[in-house]
């Protein structure tokens, strides 16, 4: 439970204790100019002024700590390991925070047809 006299100060790791903010958003963890990476998958979250925070993944755009939930955490087999396992941590998960359908190939994409991923017998 989030109790206002704790709100800002650091605990052992340098992690600053969430709490709400005026709109019921939950703040970020990890203090500003800081990054923490997780053991397990290795992914960086960095700490923004204002209890933001921002996922650094190792290919592509960075992201939020939902999207990273969406596209990994979810998946994890030790999520006593995972470092974004707590919901009110990673807010609201939207549906583009998780990967899109796969684009078709036609008739090479492997869906149930005869010697599907083989191009079509020549004549």
Known sequence: MWHGSQHGKPNAEG???SCPDSAG???GTILPGTLKRCS??????RGL???QEQVIFSQGAPGTRAKLWAR???YVKEPQRCLNQDVTQRGAVQVDDFY???PSFGPFDG???VGAGEPPASS
């Open 15 to 17: 992690e600053s204790l």
């Open 25 to 27: 958003k939950t703040m």
């Open 40 to 45: 397990l998958c290795q992914v960086e979250i």
């Open 49 to 51: 002024a204002g209890g």
């Open 72 to 74: 990994v955490c979810q």
């Open 100 to 102: 899109g359908e796969p």
């Open 111 to 113: 869906a149930g047809a």
